[in-house]
């Protein structure tokens, strides 16, 4: 069975898209820490990230960082954090952050409650950046 990335993939579960690629899917995190947390993950399903081809892998971290590079454009914050955890849902896939300090990735922290409007807005501003960066 599908995991739930791949049916987000596969447009039967509505996204938050930040961006995409032939290869890989970034999307807004629907229980974020903070406003733009984002996930970037493969389109093809792999369930632990260190089992990913080489190639895959390092083409994947250079799309997520064009990603952080437009989550840093409209959320203040001093640096993008990166978290791979990989428990969760079994497959592959990077936690974009923004942050101040080191606590502001701590997952045991209550997760921000967004409207739609407020995921479409942060979606539509990151988004469009992402077409503009090289």
């Known amino acids: 069975m599908a995991t739930i990335f791949t049916r987000i993939v596969n447009g039967e579960i509505p996204s938050y898209k930040?961006?995409?690629t032939d290869k890989f899917y970034a999307f807004l995190d629907i229980?974020?820490?903070v406003k733009g947390h984002t996930l970037v993950i493969p389109k093809k399903e792999t369930d632990y990230i260190f089992d990913?081809?080489?190639n895959d892998l390092a083409e994947m971290?250079?799309?997520a960082k064009k990603v952080a590079k437009a989550i840093e454009k409209h959320v203040s914050c001093k640096k993008i954090g990166i978290v791979v955890l990989g428990l969760e849902v079994p497959h592959a896939h990077i936690h974009l952050?923004?942050?101040?300090t080191i606590?502001?990735?701590?997952?045991?922290?209550?997760?921000l409650k967004?409207?739609?409007?407020?995921?479409e807005e942060?979606?539509?501003k990151i988004s469009t950046t992402f077409q503009t960066i090289e």
Do not use: C, G, R, S
């Open 114 to 119: 967004l409207t739609a409007a407020e995921f």
């Open 103 to 111: 606590y502001d990735i701590d997952f045991k922290q209550p997760k």
């Open 31 to 33: 229980n974020p820490l």
């Open 122 to 124: 942060i979606m539509n």
């Open 52 to 54: 990913m081809d080489n």
């Open 97 to 100: 952050v923004p942050i101040n």
């Open 61 to 63: 971290m250079v799309f």
């Open 18 to 20: 930040i961006a995409e």
